[in-house]
């Protein structure tokens, strides 16, 4: 690696004790950052989750992995996690929670959506599952989801392959996408057009067929659509803290209002970007005390032989961009500068956007394996170091709460159109680790669980020059259902030896939806936002 690229920060693959590549036994198509709060430790679950695999010569079953990061002396390890049996009598299925939907509930634990129903007949794409599993990151163990009082499982009301899951502001998750349990009598898949909302105690609960995807959803059968929590009312956007707004991949950009309403006012067009954009990415721009949201989509393409797009959309619908005379529109913001789908998008501490893997043919073909660094304040994209291994579909990338990135997963070849997948890791260290000088250190919080509003009380080793919430993530197929970004308003209180302040939390769970989050300072050294190790912190009502 040559210095230009060193200063741009560096790549690594993750070694075994004997000095190889770490096996990780799975391709890690999903990726979840998940936090103990009782041992305040850290770890990374990951799965493809679709082989059954044998527990000691006995019963087969579907299983999970998770990469303990340990340090010191202590070995760095892979572990594994048994996925049980739907009850009866609903359990004709294995759970196989390949390409599913998730995300974090406000306890932290893992809810996972849907799955992959076998057979596949006749090559056509697969059959969904109703299944709903939870995961428990102080356990380490998964259960199928259940009512807490009667212990009645919860399944969907209908079979979803390539579901998103949205948390909403509170404790409740909506679901939206994906192809049912059974195929057409033709021996097609049928689209779920439905929408359903699911609560720990309620389970989930469609809503009524008012609140049904928009035609176009339909008619392109569009699967993971990129969806965020819209985090503040404008009327002249016809949007309300609370609602969700689909980004792609489809031109028309929808938000929904997921919550039963007399006037069955659920979905509204809001604007119109200038790509289709199939397997691209999209985020939610980290959020300011200042009332911004922005969201901005990258790369994707109109059809699987089409060179993905370069341009890269912000669409902005804060109040007064947004008014009464200035409608919602798309802006072209910057430009990527290799054309890719199936990329990761991840938000870092410093508030830029790291893109990595993808490819640019098909699911498999033609993979990118150069970096980019988006910076959304100037709309520019900076060439970034490369991975080792090339990294197409069902790769993920992560934040994770040193601040480096960790990349996993992914084909790296195209056979017969079935791709070999990666069973390794990588992770980047950007170059605001590379910086030299006294990086932040978070030396003790006040609290763990803070209140909107409330302050939380911080210790620091040097002075700092901004705080940001980062939600852990849960990257599948090029997007993560669960990432969000939040800087915090901080009051220097007068030192005592090391540097103590008073964060201001969000103002309310529309802009940071209850649950927990990685809080990193950052201290700008020659010019660079040098972020801390994160500590794990819960919003709570």
């Not at 509930?105 to 129903?117: E, Q, S």
């Not at 259902?481 to 220097?492: G, I, K, L, P, S």
Request: aromatic residues 10%.
């Amino acid at each position: 690696m040559n210095s230009t690229q060193m200063e741009k920060g560096k790549w690594e693959t993750y070694l075994n004790l004997n000095g190889c590549p770490l096996d990780s036994e799975q391709e890690a198509v999903h990726s979840c950052v998940i936090y103990d709060s009782d041992k305040d430790t850290w770890k990374v679950l990951f799965f493809d989750a679709y082989n059954l695999e044998q527990t000691d010569g006995e019963q087969s079953y579907i299983k999970t992995r998770i990469l303990i990061m340990a340090g010191g002396a202590d070995i760095d390890q892979i572990t594994e996690q048994i996925v049980p049996f739907w009850p009866p009598p609903d359990n004709a299925d294995e759970p196989r929670m390949f390409c599913s939907g998730h995300v974090f509930l406000d306890d932290g634990k893992l809810i996972v959506a849907g799955g992959h129903r076998e057979p596949v007949v006749n090559n056509h794409w697969a059959r969904g599952l109703k299944y709903t599993y939870i995961f428990d990151p102080i356990t380490e163990t998964w259960d199928y989801a259940k009512n807490p009082i009667s212990g009645l499982a919860q399944p969907m009301h209908e079979g979803r392959w390539y579901p998103t899951l949205t948390k909403l502001e509170d404790n409740r998750v909506a679901v939206v996408g994906g192809f049912k349990y059974n195929y057409d009598r033709n021996g097609n898949v049928v689209y779920n057009d439905t929408v359903e909302v699911y609560t720990p105690l309620d389970g989930w609960t469609q809503l009524p067929p008012a609140a049904n995807t928009p035609s176009d959803f339909i008619q392109n059968k569009v699967l993971y659509p990129g969806a965020h929590v819209i985090p503040y009312d404008n009327i002249y956007a016809n949007v309300k803290a609370g609602h969700l707004l689909y980004t792609f991949p489809l031109r028309q950009t929808w938000r929904l209002n997921p919550n039963v309403n007399p006037g069955n006012d659920y979905w509204q067009p809001i604007a119109m970007s200038r790509h289709t954009r199939g397997n691209g990415s999209s985020v939610i721009l980290p959020l300011k005390p200042n009332g911004e949201m922005k969201f901005v989509i990258f790369g994707g393409a109109t059809g699987d032989m089409e060179m993905p797009e370069t341009d890269i959309e912000l669409l902005d619908l804060s109040f007064p961009t947004v008014s009464d005379s200035n409608p919602p529109a798309w802006q072209l913001h910057g430009s990527m500068n290799i054309p890719r789908r199936n990329a990761n998008c991840v938000i870092l501490p410093d508030g830029k956007i790291f893109i990595t893997g993808g490819n640019q043919m098909h699911l498999r073909e033609n993979g990118v394996t150069v970096a980019e660094m988006y910076n959304p304040e100037t709309g520019e994209c900076e060439i970034m170091p490369s991975t080792t291994f090339t990294r197409m579909y069902h790769s993920t990338a992560i934040l994770l709460p040193d601040a480096t990135v960790m990349a996993s997963g992914g084909e790296y070849i195209c056979s017969g159109g079935i791709g070999a997948g990666n069973n390794n890791f990588e992770i980047y260290t950007p170059e605001y680790l590379m910086q030299g000088g006294t990086r932040p250190i978070i030396l003790s919080t006040g609290e763990r669980e803070v209140s909107y509003t409330n302050t939380l009380y911080i210790d620091i080793n040097t002075s700092i020059n901004e705080v940001i919430l980062i939600s852990p993530g849960v990257p599948t197929h090029g997007f993560d259902q669960h990432q969000r970004a939040v800087y915090a308003d901080f009051e220097t209180l007068p030192p005592n030896g090391t540097h103590p302040y008073l964060v201001t939390m969000p103002l309310n769970k529309f802009i940071a939806p209850t649950g927990w989050y990685m809080l990193f300072v950052i201290k700008i050294i020659n010019g660079v936002k040098v972020p801390s190790i994160a500590k794990f912190i819960r919003l709570i009502e």
